[in-house]
Every structure is written in structure tokens, then in C-alpha cells.
């Protein structure tokens, strides 16, 4: 057993400075708003989204479904947890699968908290992060919060650029320490 950091980006951003318009999806896509029934679709899909991932070995439970179904009983009970800013994107293609997912929390200082912004690998690159994102910054506004921030693993690059783009800005680096076996890192 080892001890490894990960460096992370904490990114900030003022609500009231996004796009209001609603994102629209990719033809085939529909949001699915927060239901206490569908936790276990967050779960599967966060699951399916970071399992492979690096944030699978920052973050274990992300590698795992029951992991994965922890985190969101977890972040559901929150007191702070926002529905309004929690949704999953589904897509027919004649079997309606759910392929994105993010939650948002009211954080105890009265900022927005991202959650896990996920999308499952074989719906990337078509812009799903960018609505979801979006759609949870319009929940948190719609909640009365005035700023949002996120955490994202240092070496995601790709999520780094959407994050910028959509307005996002580094406000602090920060440091997670994890336990890890030689042969654990993917």
C-alpha cells in the first residue's frame, strides 16, 4: 500500500453570468429530472461514465456500482441537495438508455456544488457535458444561488476546457490523497 496525490483544480463560476437560455439536447436525447426512484440510474450511469477513468482511482466508489449507488444515497440526502440542479439525459434509441448524469448540492457557505458531471463513453463528444453542466448551473440559479464551483482532476484536460469555456475560472489548487495498491493506477 502507497500513498499517491492528485492534484485538482477547485473552479468557480457566477451563475447569473450564464447563457439563460435552456441547452438544447442532440436530437434523441431528453432530460429526465430528479426522482428518488431513479437513484439507481444515477448510479448505473455514473458508474458506466467513470469506471475506466482516472477519476475511478482519485475517487474508488466511482469504480465500483455499489460504490457508485453509495455516493448518490449520500449526495440525495444531503441537506443541501438540489433537485433542481440533479438530472440525467436518457437517449431512444428504441430502448430508452440513461447516458449522463450530474447532481448539484447547496454547499454549507450558500454556493453551488457540482457533483459529478458524467457522461458514458459511447455518448461523448456530442456536446451532453456542456447541456448538463448548463442545466445544473440554471437549477442553482433557479434555487437563488449566486456562484457555482466544481473540483476536476488536474490531468483532465478535456474537462478543464469545458469547464473555461462555459465561463468557469481556477479559483484554488488542492490536493487528494489516496491509498494505493502497485498495481491499482489505470
Not at 40 to 50: G, L, N, V
Not at 149 to 154: G, K, W, Y
Request: aromatic share 12%; hydrophobic share 40%; proline share 5%.
Amino acid at each position: 500500500m502507497g500513498l499517491t496525490y492528485f492534484k485538482r483544480f477547485r473552479m468557480e463560476i457566477d451563475v447569473h453570468g450564464v447563457d439563460p437560455r435552456e441547452p438544447p439536447l442532440p436530437w434523441g436525447y431528453r432530460w429526465v429530472s430528479w426522482q428518488p426512484e431513479l437513484l439507481p440510474a444515477h448510479a448505473e450511469t455514473k458508474y458506466q461514465s467513470f469506471r475506466t477513468e482516472l477519476d475511478a482511482n482519485v475517487f474508488p466508489c466511482l469504480g465500483e456500482f455499489d460504490g457508485c449507488v453509495r455516493l448518490m444515497q449520500e449526495i440525495s440526502h444531503k441537506e443541501g441537495f438540489l433537485p433542481e440542479a440533479t438530472w440525467l439525459i436518457t437517449y431512444d434509441d428504441g430502448r430508452s438508455a440513461f447516458c449522463g448524469t450530474i447532481q448539484g448540492i447547496r454547499d454549507r457557505t450558500g454556493l453551488g456544488a457540482i457533483q459529478n458531471l458524467g457522461i458514458t463513453p459511447e455518448h461523448r463528444g456530442q456536446g451532453l457535458g456542456t447541456c448538463l453542466l448548463l442545466k445544473a448551473l440554471h437549477g442553482f440559479r433557479r434555487a437563488g444561488l449566486r456562484r457555482a464551483f466544481l473540483e476536476v482532476t488536474a490531468q483532465n484536460e478535456g474537462a478543464i476546457k469545458l469547464y473555461r469555456r462555459l465561463g468557469f475560472s481556477k479559483a484554488r489548487t488542492v490536493y487528494k490523497a489516496v491509498e494505493v495498491t502497485p498495481f491499482a493506477l489505470r
